[in-house]
């Protein structure tokens, strides 16, 4: 397995209603490592690619609601395989708390 490296920023959502999270930069990220191995890093649950480096981003603050079935990882994909490049964002966050905020995407300001 070849080892192709990339910078990535993951966005750890601490609470989608109130637009609490906190961004962390990771240098040297193998995209060849699946997504599993990359979320066991992390400390386990759901990864979702916000923004890749020359494509628009959405106006949500936090995460957009929007196209799961694309954009959220898998785990059995490697990070490649997941669409992950140089100078992606990602959030990390718990799918029980995105899947409640999904039904009532209401912000506390």
Same mark, same amino acid.
């Given at each position: 397995?070849?080892?192709?490296?990339?910078?990535i920023t993951?966005?750890?959502?601490?609470?989608?209603?109130?637009?609490?999270?906190?961004p @962390? %930069?990771?240098?040297?990220?193998n995209?060849n490592q699946s997504v &599993? #191995?990359?979320?066991?890093?992390?400390?386990?649950?759901?990864?979702?690619?916000i923004?890749?480096?020359?494509?628009?981003?959405?106006n949500?603050? @936090? %995460?957009?609601?929007d196209?799961?079935?694309?954009l959220?990882l &898998? #785990?059995?994909?490697?990070?490649k395989?997941?669409?992950v490049?140089?100078?992606?964002?990602?959030a990390?966050?718990?799918?029980?708390?995105y899947?409640?905020?999904?039904?009532?995407?209401?912000?506390?300001?």
């Amino acid at each position: 397995m070849s080892s192709e490296k990339v910078t990535i920023t993951v966005r750890l959502v601490r609470s989608f209603e109130h637009r609490n999270f906190r961004p @962390v %930069v990771y240098h040297d990220v193998n995209v060849n490592q699946s997504v &599993k #191995e990359f979320l066991k890093f992390l400390q386990n649950d759901a990864l979702k690619i916000i923004h890749q480096a020359h494509g628009a981003k959405s106006n949500d603050l @936090v %995460v957009s609601l929007d196209n799961d079935d694309q954009l959220m990882l &898998k #785990e059995a994909s490697t990070l490649k395989e997941a669409g992950v490049a140089h100078e992606t964002e990602m959030a990390f966050f718990k799918r029980e708390d995105y899947e409640t905020f999904k039904k009532n995407p209401v912000a506390i300001w």
